[in-house]
């Protein structure tokens, strides 16, 4: 469960309301995620928040088989984001066995059993 209070929090509220932000420590620049109260990079408490650009490229990939009347194939994939931070999700608007290794992708929030998440589709060219 995530805490109610927290780094966890503002990520989900900023979801909540269809927007993607990343903690990135003040002290050495870095981004990182998940969100956490330390900076991972340098031990840095001093975190703010920034907008991503929502670009990123597939970084694995996997076809997760299921049988059909409970859904079909889906694709989960790790996907390193432009500001350098790797995001586990999957890609949508594709079939799952077409996600490729280091294809642009774009982030959306989307829905995952009532809660907001991070989805990717493909970028558009
Ligand atoms: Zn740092």
């Not at 909540?16 to 969100?35: N, R, S, T, V």
């Not at 594709?94 to 995952?112: C, K, L, N, Q």
């Amino acid at each position: 469960m995530p805490n109610t209070k927290g780094p966890d929090q503002i990520f989900q509220r900023a979801l909540a309301e269809q927007e993607i932000l990343l903690p990135k420590c003040d002290d050495c620049g870095a981004f990182h995620f998940f969100p956490r109260v330390l900076c991972p990079h340098c031990h840095g408490t001093a975190i703010s928040w920034q907008r991503a650009s929502g670009k990123g490229r597939v970084h694995t990939t996997t076809v997760v088989r299921r049988k059909l009347e409970r859904g079909g194939d889906y694709n989960v994939c790790m996907v390193e984001l432009e500001e350098g931070v790797r995001m586990m999700s999957r890609v949508e608007g594709i079939a799952p066995g077409d996600v490729v290794i280091d294809m642009a992708v774009t982030a959306f929030v989307g829905e995952a059993e009532d809660a907001p998440i991070v989805l990717f589709r493909p970028a558009k060219v």
